[in-house]
C-alpha cells in the first residue's frame, strides 16, 4: 500500500483480556517502531525493529507488551491480560534504513481497557 | 536522554495571523522532524530537517543543530493549520509535548 496502515483502528477490551494490534509498514521499509501516546501527550518510543530483528525493546513498560516482526514485514504489538493503565493510541511507524531517516506513521489503533 | 522541550505549549490564532514554534533539545542531533497531528489523530510528516531551512507552502523549518534548536513557521494561517505540531528527535525516537494550536476564522 502507499501508506502505514494499522488494524483494528478501535479497540475495546476488557481488564485482563490480551489484545494483538498489527501493523503493516510501507514496502521496503526496513525499520519499523511502535510508539503509545496517552491522551494530550506526545508520543512515547515503545520498541524498534531492522527487519526482523527487534534492535531495542526499552520502552515497552513490563513484560505483558510483547512486539514480533517474523518475516520482516508485518508486525504486531500484543497485550497481555491488559490493565486500565494501557488504555492509549498505539502508533507504528516506519522508514529506510539508510540516507534519510523519515518516519512515515500510521493512523494509530485506540485501545480502551473497561 | 535527550530532554526535547517545546514552546509554546498552546497558541490561538485569528485566520490569517502568523506563528512561530520552537523546539530545543538537549544534545546534538543527527535527525529531526516536524509532525502536525490532525485532529483525527493522524501524524503527519511536515518536514524532516536535521539542519538547515526547508519551505513548503505557507510552512518553512530551519534547524540549528549547533546551538541545538529548530523553529517551525506557519504563515497566513488557516483553520486547517489547527492541532497539535510535535518536533521528534529521530536519532533517539523521542517526541516533545507538542504545541496545540487553534486558528480561529
Known amino acids: 500500500g502507499a501508506g502505514v496502515s494499522q488494524s483494528p483502528r478501535y479497540k475495546v477490551a476488557k481488564r485482563g483480556q490480551d489484545v494483538a494490534l498489527r501493523c503493516d509498514p510501507i514496502?521496503?521499509?526496513?525499520?519499523l517502531f511502535w510508539y503509545q501516546q496517552a491522551l494530550g501527550q506526545g508520543p512515547e518510543f515503545l520498541t524498534y525493529?531492522?527487519?526482523?530483528?527487534?534492535?531495542?525493546k526499552s520502552g515497552l513498560p513490563s513484560d505483558r507488551f510483547f512486539a514480533e516482526r517474523p518475516e520482516g514485514s508485518v508486525s504486531t504489538l500484543k497485550i497481555q491480560r491488559t490493565q486500565q493503565e494501557d488504555s492509549a493510541v498505539y502508533l507504528c511507524?516506519?522508514?529506510?534504513?539508510?540516507?534519510?531517516?523519515?518516519?512515515?506513521f500510521g493512523p494509530g489503533t485506540r485501545l480502551t481497557v473497561t | 536522554g535527550i530532554q526535547v522541550e517545546q514552546s509554546p505549549p498552546d497558541l490561538i490564532l485569528q485566520e490569517g495571523a502568523n506563528s512561530t514554534l520552537r523546539c530545543n533539545f538537549s544534545?546534538?542531533?543527527?535527525?529531526l522532524q516536524w509532525f502536525h497531528q490532525n485532529p483525527w489523530g493522524q501524524l503527519i510528516n511536515l518536514f524532516y530537517i536535521p539542519s538547515g531551512t526547508k519551505q513548503n507552502g505557507r510552512l518553512s523549518a530551519t534547524t540549528v543543530a549547533t546551538e541545538r534548536y529548530s523553529l517551525l513557521y506557519i504563515s497566513s494561517s488557516q483553520t486547517t493549520d489547527s492541532g497539535v505540531y510535535f518536533c521528534a528527535v529521530v536519532d533517539d525516537m523521542r517526541f516533545g509535548a507538542g504545541t496545540r494550536l487553534t486558528v480561529k476564522p
Open positions: 511507524a516506519s522508514s529506510f534504513l539508510t540516507g534519510d531517516y523519515e518516519q512515515y
Open positions: 514496502s521496503g521499509h526496513v525499520s
Open positions: 525493529f531492522q527487519n526482523e530483528a527487534q534492535l531495542d
Open positions: 544534545d546534538s542531533v543527527n535527525n
